[in-house]
T-cell receptor, first 117, second 113 residues
Framework: AQSVTQLDSHVSVSEGTPVLLRCNYSSSYSPSLFWYVQHPNKGLQLLLKYTSAATLVKGINGFEAEFKKSETSFHLTKPSAHMSDAAEYFCVVSFNAGGTSYGKLTFGQGTILTVHP | EAQVTQNPRYLITVTGKKLTVTCSQNMNHEYMSWYRQDPGLGLRQIYYSMNVEVTDKGDVPEGYKVSRKEKRNFPLILESPSPNQTSLYFC????????????FGEGSRLTVL
């Protein structure tokens, strides 16, 4: 079975400092991995995705993530936090085998990012 | 405007009274899915649909039904709601299941008394 673990339920940073949100996954097949962001009282929005192309993936709003197969990790980073980055972030895994998706998506428990002035 | 529309956005109901949460997308997406969001548990998939007339269970399907008679609509049915179904529900769609880029509705907050 596939699973995804976000290692921190809350992360607090100061504006202008780096952001690191950690995600580990387990998968028997080649995974696709995603990060989504949810601002208060809103639906989720895709930040970036990995689908077996380049291991370093760049997303919107200056975020990026690196797929490390040996560590089964897909951590999200940003060099300099902005107040508008305060939100909840979800790491998501999807199975793909031979180019066929099984349709099931598994979400991590979420990491709430707080940005202090 | 491309969007996923859910209704109702807020609903308070009583145990056992059947209800339907509608979901409609205008992007001609093949894939649609329902999730429930509970504090500390993230989002859990209830049902998904790879295309018209094709549906399958997610991780927490008990107590829910879905149908996909048209490509644009994917209603979530609670035949006999119970208090443990009090949650925030999200509908999402994607061009195909493989792309994984989900477009989410604004959410429907359901309270079952």
């Amino acid at each position: 079975a596939q699973s995804v673990t976000q290692l921190d339920s809350h992360v607090s940073v100061s504006e202008g400092t780096p952001v690191l949100l950690r995600c580990n996954y387990s998968s028997s097949y080649s995974p696709s991995l995603f990060w989504y962001v949810q601002h208060p009282n809103k639906g989720l929005q895709l930040l970036l995705k990995y689908t077996s192309a380049a291991t370093l993936v760049k997303g919107i709003n200056g975020f990026e993530a690196e797929f490390k197969k040996s560590e089964t990790s897909f951590h999200l980073t940003k060099p300099s936090a902005h107040m508008s980055d305060a939100a909840e972030y979800f790491c998501v895994v999807s199975f793909n085998a031979g180019g066929t998706s099984y349709g099931k998506l598994t979400f991590g428990q979420g990491t709430i990012l707080t940005v202090h002035p | 405007e491309a969007q996923v529309t859910q209704n109702p956005r807020y609903l308070i109901t009583v145990t056992g009274k059947k209800l339907t949460v509608t979901c409609s997308q205008n992007m001609n997406h093949e894939y649609m899915s329902w999730y429930r969001q509970d504090p500390g548990l993230g989002l859990r998939q209830i049902y998904y649909s790879m295309n018209v007339e094709v549906t399958d269970k997610g991780d927490v399907p008990e107590g829910y039904k879905v149908s996909r008679k048209e490509k644009r609509n994917f209603p979530l049915i609670l035949e006999s709601p119970s208090p443990n179904q009090t949650s925030l529900y999200f509908c999402a769609s994607s061009l195909t299941s493989y792309t994984g880029e989900l477009f989410f509705g604004e959410g429907s907050r359901l309270t079952v008394l």
